[in-house]
């Protein structure tokens, strides 16, 4: 009888600490409105300087043959055109031909500056696909409150912002006492190592660090997409790191109408169902951890009760994460088979086949553990395994700094009823270079339309809100007014 009362007694101490500790991540309630500034801009001359950025088509290219010289040489002069101040204010320099490098000089301050990014590339349109935009891509089309056309959110529209707020800021007789920097890549889209990685070298044989970096990734966001109950403004704090990883396995070939048992390709496809099968193990990483801290008071019922006390459900809630695609990218590195390729006819064996799968690295992996497991769960040495490309998970930027301070602050100001929590990017920016230079890189995009457009980036009907991107030119003068204040 006394075993049983004990046990029951445990048990009713564990669930009190459990309501207990919910009850504390309890958060208070948000603020019911927006707090909007009494804003003078010009929207529809703001979302007439986007739409012709739209219409120079600054194509990505893997290699310089594919790469459209006037187009991007074309923008750089747009730049210039449409934004005098800026170019009469701050000192520009042409980094690798295409990228560009702006410093607006401060007035003097012990601050370090700070940088915003932005990239001038865009990812072709697909011909499949080009006749069910509503607006031809690249007209730039103003229609239904929108600016139309590839690049709008990725990332031309962000562009437009910090040039804009820039531009604006210098006609209000604005002048920061650091320095602030702009630095806008030319091939985001395939890697970024001809524009923002060059950039960075540049800097950095200058002696420049940054006290924080701010660039495409975060968004605002409809909280149901975390299991929120609150819309959530998610400020990237670190990116996944990237492999391409080639199997390939030889054969001595020959016809088909007398194969050996065990071919190439049949060898190959095991060595992917082994990988699918044996994933990467899951887990809490230092942002998603983060992340959780902010929102897990908002999360519905479990959740809530889950998240707040991790002590004890912490593999439970693990085991729920990696089940859904959108949880597992977040909680561990993912591995995707993606190109195949066998024999080139019907009729003949394959003398080489071979696979790539696409990684994305989780900050508690590292390159080498992603090929060593690759191996192991293989366990075949005719599989070879190699790195085509890789690079391994940016580094956490700390929440409890200067940057993300500045940057949570403003989304505050000017989106107040979002709750601003840190988050990893599962994809790859450009920003990834800018951690040899600063240790706060920080992601986001400060558009409220980009909630209901987020699935038109590098798809069809790409759009920004008119009034979303005048939103952004705010936030982007905010930001650098907050930055400014001692
Ligand atoms: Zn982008």
Redesign the pocket.
Known sequence: MIVLYSILGALAVLVAIIALNTWIKKPSKRKEGVAKFESDLERDKIAKHLSGMIQLKTLTASSMDGFDKEAFLGLHKYLEKTYPLVHKTLGREVVNEYSLIYKWTGSGSQKKPFLMMA?MDVVPVDERTAGDWEHDAFSGAIADGYVWGRGAL??KGHLTAVMEAVEKLISDGFAPQRDVYIALGHD??SMGTLGAQKCVEVLKKRGESFEFVID?GGVLMDGTMLSVNADVAAIGICEKGYADIRLSVASKGGHASRPPKQTAVGTLCRAIVAIEKHQMKPTLNEAMKHMLDCVGGYMKFPLNVIVSNMWLFRPLLLIGLAAGSNGAAMVRTTMAPTMLAGSTATNVLAEKAEAVINCRISPDDTVQGVLDHIRKVIGNDDVIVEEIKAFAASRVSDTDSEGFATIARTVEQMFGEFVVAPYLMVAA?DSKFYSDISDGVFLFQPFRSVMQDLSTIHAVNERMGVESLSEGVEFFAQLVRNADER
Do not use: A, G, L, S
């Open positions: 990239h990725d990332m985001e889209e495409e920016t």
